[in-house]
């Protein structure tokens, strides 16, 4: 085969890539003529993907409920990979890793399509949730997900994080807190997050099993990722842009877009769910691990709010309104 220019031009590129890292490239070489080819169902893992249901009863559709939780999870992590994405965007790193500090300036169409690949992950969730609604006989739902205990989706610490690194700490406290702790130290703020008030028995105000097993595996490690991606979350780093930026018609909407997809669309697919399966119109039906999803899911009870500053009084006062409006009734 001959030697091309295209291909000289290709060894040379090669060669000055591992010299810039100490390497040598005829190793590299060496490794490409021992090396498999890759083949699709070594790469995507698909044996060990389908290994991971493990049903804990016999009813045919808790596989269902198991696999939408786990593609669920996976597009978590896909929403908090563009999240990190944004939040160090800036950040110089030199050719050998070396942290260098930040470039004061955010990309902002980089800003704008990260935020669309929020969106597009959520909305495509939110718009698959029918398999959970629908997905299930009901008789098997309510049967199974006693074996369940005290588990609940409750329990995912993605969309706590991604929670954590869109938006200031003071819009997720507690709404009865939230004036009170608005000037407070961020720990302060994330000891009274609003979802701690989401698994408690009612009648004594004790935490659940569900919600004392959840703060005891990941609370410590959301103080500590609170102190990583506050001073770079979404909104500072929307803040840091120019005011010409700021009001890129654009940025406004994809940033109002996550704020409802995040804060209404998607508890509210939830409330939905809960309740096709658990109503009974007795107002006192727990979900899954004993949270208190009448109270915990509607947008209107919490106003969880990313970006308040981007609404105008009288949609924060309506606050998920227009999708109980059109959805609901």
Same mark, same amino acid.
């Given at each position: ?5 295209? @291909?000289?031009?290709? /060894?040379? +590129? /090669? ?16 490794? /490409? ?13 698909? %044996? ?38 944004? *939040? ?6 030199? %050719? ?21 690949? *929020? ?29 369940? +205990? ?62 004392? %097993?959840?703060? %005891? ?16 979350? @979404? ?21 109002? /877009? ?19 399966? +658990? ?51």
């Amino acid at each position: 085969m001959e030697i091309t220019p295209e @291909i000289q031009k290709r /060894l040379e +590129l /090669l060669r000055d890539k591992y010299a810039a890292i100490g390497q040598d490239l005829n190793s590299y070489l060496d490794g /490409l003529i021992f090396a498999n080819p890759i083949v699709y169902w070594d790469y995507i893992e698909v %044996d060990a993907l389908l290994s991971l249901q493990k049903p804990k009863t016999d009813f045919p559709d808790e596989k269902i409920f198991i696999v939408y939780h786990q593609i669920t999870e996976l597009y978590f992590n896909l929403i908090e990979h563009e999240i990190d994405q944004i *939040c160090r965007n800036g950040k110089i790193i030199s %050719d050998t890793g070396q942290d260098l500090g930040w470039n004061e300036k955010l990309d902002v169409d980089f800003f704008i399509a990260r935020l669309k690949r *929020c969106n597009m992950y959520f909305e495509t969730l939110i718009r698959s949730f029918d398999v959970m609604r629908f997905g299930m006989e009901k008789d098997q739902f309510t049967k199974f997900r006693m074996a369940l +205990l005290s588990s609940s989706g409750f329990q995912t610490a993605a969309y706590r994080r991604i929670e954590i690194a869109c938006t200031d700490l003071k819009y997720l406290v507690h709404e009865e807190k939230r004036r009170e702790l608005q000037d407070a130290d961020i720990h302060e703020q994330l000891n009274n997050v609003y979802w701690r008030r989401g698994a408690i028995v009612a009648e004594t105000g004790e935490k659940t099993l569900t919600l004392k %097993d959840f703060e %005891d595996k990941y609370l410590r490690t959301f103080h500590d990722f609170a102190d990583e991606y506050q001073p770079m979350n @979404i909104w500072k780093k929307y803040s840091s842009l120019s005011n010409s930026d700021q009001k890129n018609p654009e940025v406004l909407k994809q940033l109002k /877009l996550l704020d409802v997809n995040v804060n209404i669309n998607w508890p509210l697919v939830h409330y939905r769910t809960a309740v096709h399966y +658990l109503s009974k119109g007795t107002g006192e039906e727990k979900g899954t691990g004993g949270t208190n999803w009448q109270k915990y899911l509607p947008p209107r009870f919490q106003k969880r709010i990313f970006y308040p500053e981007l609404w105008s009084k009288k949609e924060i006062q309506e606050w998920g309104k227009t999708w109980v409006d059109s959805v609901l009734n």
